[in-house]
Structure formats: structure tokens, C-alpha cells
């Protein structure tokens, strides 16, 4: 049974940092696609940052690069989105995602999502 458990959200002020995690069950994190996507109020889903084996890089979104940062401990099983200098349009819920099987690139799957989600975890950046 798949479970993705997003966790570490919480109130920042603009320009502080946090780091979510996503703890993943069921399966192994590698060779695999992990992102973590985004939906701020009244806005739809988006793509933040993904890692698919199949390319091996890491995909950003235009509005994060250079702020926020994807990592993961296979050993852990679990993906991390460090964020630094917070935005208040970053204010939205963050969820992390995952694909058993990669066979697209990063980018598409932050474009199109990936098979299994995780409960998200609400950011709150304040001005």
C-alpha cells in the first residue's frame, strides 16, 4: 500500500525558510519520480519540483528556482523541499507525489502529476 506523508508546513514570514518532508511507504524511492507540487487558494495545481530517473535532473519552476531546493535520503525514504526566502504568493498547501515507474522526464511529470499523492501540508507566508 503506497502512502506519501507531507509534513513541516507552517506560519513564515517573508523571506524566512522552512523544509517539508515527505515520508513515502510501500515502496523504494529510487529509480523512481518524486515531486512535490503546490495549489494556493482559488489557483490550480502546480508542478514546484520533480525528479524523475529517467533523466535524473531536477526540474523548477520558474518562480522557485534559486529559493527552493529537492532532496531525498533513499535511506530514509523520504524527499525534502527546502524553502528559502519566502514569498507570500508562496502561501498555498504543498503536496509530494509519486510515480513507481518513471518514464517521462521531470519536467512532464511536474506538468502532468504522478499516480499517487500524498495529504498536503499548508505553507503560510505572511507580508
Known amino acids: 500500500d503506497v502512502q506519501l506523508q507531507a509534513s513541516g508546513g507552517g506560519l513564515v514570514q517573508a523571506g524566512g525558510s522552512l523544509r517539508l518532508s515527505c515520508e513515502a511507504s510501500?515502496?523504494?524511492?529510487?529509480?523512481?519520480?518524486i515531486g512535490w507540487f503546490r495549489q494556493a487558494p482559488g489557483k490550480e495545481r502546480e508542478g514546484v519540483s520533480c525528479?524523475?530517473?529517467?533523466?535524473?535532473?531536477?526540474y523548477y519552476a520558474d518562480d522557485v528556482k534559486g529559493r527552493f531546493a529537492f532532496s531525498s535520503d533513499n535511506a530514509k525514504n523520504t524527499a525534502y523541499l527546502h524553502m528559502s526566502s519566502l514569498k507570500p504568493e508562496d502561501t498555498a498547501v504543498y503536496y509530494c507525489?509519486?510515480?513507481?515507474?518513471?518514464?517521462?522526464?521531470?519536467?512532464?511529470?511536474?506538468?502532468?502529476?504522478?499516480?499517487?499523492w500524498g495529504k498536503g501540508t499548508l505553507v503560510t507566508v505572511s507580508s
Open positions: 525528479l524523475s530517473d529517467i533523466d535524473g535532473r531536477t
Open positions: 510501500g515502496f523504494s524511492f529510487g529509480d523512481r519520480a
Open positions: 507525489a509519486a510515480n513507481l515507474v518513471s518514464y517521462y522526464s521531470s519536467q512532464y511529470y511536474c506538468r502532468y502529476g504522478m499516480d499517487y
